[in-house]
């Protein structure tokens, strides 16, 4: 199964509807991706997890929602414009950049080539996205797209104490799109140039961030979410950033990690990133003791499109007869399928067609009357979709459907009076 395994899942994303290469009628732009009908149902999916884990359910985190252009002034505070770089080396014969500490690719590029390759002395190359605002072309204010999505949390703090009943510690949590210059995109949606992360950033006393306390804390939440979601436990690890690898605003760094057919890859990282964008910013807080303090920063920052990408690697299966997406239910792009056992049968498909109106108020849920059977079940096992539900013609005798379970291929005759009772239980 694993032989070409990247090349299936790539194949499988545009054939069934995942993710297509951006502007692809125009040549396609590199680093960019489109999420088709499946796909903008699984990334909604996972957004929705974990908003609803992160802020939902605690009483410490509240959202936000921040611009993607802001003033110059917070990159410039922020540290991004001084040490959001990459080092880039150029090749002397054709001229492609890459990132020089990239050896893995700098190597396989070697190898495609007959004669020894020169390179460029490493230069250092801002990831920053430049746009510019105005009506005027020679009048136009330089600003940049941001290339995380951490800042609107920071610039908003005062904004959330003042308008909320927060306390020390609490959380600022975010989902939005951030954008990166990346010199070389690749491994399909793993190295994007436009993505979209799910952040959290959890504000704690000072001496409580000299111990790992709430470090740890974070490390065992975010790695129990991705667990509890179905992605196998041997398959994910935290690395430990280094002392020569650490962003210039962590204190500690250790990534979540994922064993991709292309190797361990990270696509979350916790950091405490100590006092530095508070403190860069100018930004306090006072307690109800009235003790005045610059509030330390634990964070989570995933990737949503590596995560999506993970999930999808992670439950792909290939069994005898069929190919299966094992996604947990809570992200399946549809829950449940409904099927007339035979197309032209009115009265069959009229029964389906009811099924699927009432249920539709409560799930996503696919409507499929083409071919056989057995073809229509293959083809939900291939998308992820839990449950299959087949009306047949015992269904117009005593009210009671098929359904089917993707995972064992087992069936059960359920009554459609207790079908919405039914997927409540096998969907949680």
Not at 18 to 32: A, D, H, N, Q, V
Not at 46 to 69: C, F, N, P
Not at 100 to 111: M, S, T
Not at 125 to 136: D, E, M, T
Request: glycine residues 6%.
């Amino acid at each position: 199964m694993n032989d070409n395994l990247m090349d299936k899942i790539v194949s499988l994303c545009k054939r069934r509807g995942f993710i297509y290469p951006g502007s692809e009628i125009y040549g396609g732009l590199t680093g960019t991706w489109d999420y088709g009908p499946l796909g903008a149902l699984l990334k909604r999916n996972i957004k929705e997890e974990w908003w609803k884990y992160t802020v939902q359910l605690r009483s410490d985190v509240v959202g936000v929602d921040a611009a993607i252009m802001m003033n110059p002034t917070v990159w410039e505070k922020s540290g991004h414009l001084a040490a959001f770089t990459d080092p880039l080396v150029e090749c002397k014969k054709c001229h492609q950049r890459f990132r020089a500490d990239k050896q893995d690719e700098i190597k396989e590029h070697e190898k495609g080539h007959k004669e020894k390759i020169e390179w460029t002395t490493p230069q250092k190359f801002n990831l920053l996205v430049k746009a510019y605002l105005g009506i005027i072309e020679d009048e136009q204010s330089e600003i940049f797209l941001r290339g995380e999505i951490t800042q609107g949390a920071f610039v908003n703090f005062e904004n959330v104490v003042s308008s909320t009943r927060v306390k020390i510690p609490f959380g600022i949590a975010q989902i939005g799109k951030a954008f990166r210059n990346e010199i070389t995109p690749g491994n399909f949606t793993f190295r994007s140039r436009e993505f979209e992360q799910m952040e959290l950033e959890y504000f704690i006393k000072p001496e409580e961030g000299e111990g790992n306390k709430w470090f740890e804390y974070w490390k065992e939440q975010r790695m129990s979410w991705y667990a509890s979601l179905g992605i196998k436990k041997e398959k994910l690890r935290f690395r430990k950033h280094r002392d020569d690898e650490r962003a210039h605003y962590a204190r500690m760094a250790e990534d979540i990690e994922y064993e991709a057919p292309f190797g361990w890859s990270e696509f979350e990282g916790i950091h405490n990133r100590g006092d530095w964008d508070l403190s860069r910013h100018n930004l306090s807080y006072i307690d109800d003791e009235g003790k005045k303090f610059t509030p330390w920063v634990i964070e989570t920052s995933g990737g949503i499109d590596r995560a999506l990408l993970f999930f999808l690697i992670d439950a792909y299966q290939e069994e005898e007869k069929r190919v299966v997406l094992k996604l947990h239910p809570k992200l399946a792009p549809y829950k449940v399928a409904v099927f007339p056992l035979l197309a032209n049968k009115e009265n069959l498909v009229k029964e389906a067609k009811a099924i699927y109106e009432g249920l539709k108020k409560d799930m996503m849920i696919a409507w499929d009357d083409r071919g056989n059977i057995g073809k229509r079940y293959f083809s939900q096992d291939e998308i992820g979709t839990p449950f299959c539900i087949t009306v047949d013609f015992q269904s117009l005798e005593d009210k009671t459907v098929t359904v089917r379970d993707r995972d064992t291929a087992k069936q059960e005759r359920v009554e459609i009076r207790k079908l919405r009772e039914y997927f409540e239980e096998k969907l949680k």
